[in-house]
């Protein structure tokens, strides 16, 4: 089975801080995409990226910019965190024209 | 723009029933629909998907079908276990391999 691996389950941090996300698959999807949960507004695309080095804007990314240095391994990064990104962070992969398969979810809280 | 409708928002269940979730979607043009189960404060869990050119798909006690024509596609669940209590979110797949999604059934399954 696909697997993908967030590097953190919880996660707190202070206002101003540099944030950094990290999700891993072991199966060599070329798509990979970071998502946020909140309560009443779903799941919202924040960052998704087609191939090494290649990155796009999804509905939210303000705020917030990615890596992808290798084909295994999509970054998020919080330039400067602020207490409204506190939330659950999600990061999918998927081969094209195939299902998607998530992480276990990284809930960060900024204080 | 594409928006994808689950009903109902929840339901609750004696154990043992069969129950039907839905989702709708404004654009017919979708490439797939994939059927994910999301327990509280965890990432989510595929459990099937359908593909632009089937009708259907069937995993254990889970039977996911899809009307393109419609735009509609069903969650049916069979003798429902109090397991089976999460909340179940609809996505399709469009253009540029992005997920949209609905806002999801939370199912409630008595004992």
């Known amino acids: 089975d696909v697997k993908v691996t967030q590097s953190s389950r919880y996660l707190v941090k202070r206002t101003g801080e540099k944030v950094f996300l990290e999700c891993v698959q072991d199966m060599d999807h070329e798509n990979m995409f970071w998502y946020r949960q909140d309560p009443g507004l779903g799941l919202r695309l924040i960052y998704f990226s087609y191939d090494v080095k290649m990155k796009e804007k999804g509905d939210i990314p303000e705020g917030y910019s990615v890596s992808r240095e290798k084909k295994e391994r999509f970054s998020l990064i919080l330039e400067s965190a602020s207490t409204n990104q506190t939330s659950m962070y999600l990061c999918a992969s998927s081969r094209t024209n195939y299902g998607y398969t998530f992480g276990s979810g990284t809930r960060l809280t900024v204080v | 723009k594409q928006e994808v409708t689950q009903i109902p928002a929840a339901l609750s269940v004696p154990e043992g029933e069969n129950l039907v979730l839905n989702c709708s979607f404004t654009?017919?043009?979708?490439?797939?629909l994939q059927w994910f189960r999301q327990d509280p404060g965890k990432g989510l869990t595929s459990l099937l998907l359908i593909q632009s050119s089937q009708r259907e798909q069937t995993s254990g006690r889970l039977n996911a079908s899809l009307d393109k024509s419609s735009g509609r596609s069903t969650l049916y669940i069979a003798a429902s276990q109090p397991g089976d209590s999460a909340t179940y979110l609809c996505a399709v797949i469009k253009g540029a391999q992005k997920l949209v999604f609905g806002q999801g059934t939370r199912l409630t399954i008595n004992p």
């Open positions: 654009d017919s043009a979708i490439y797939n």
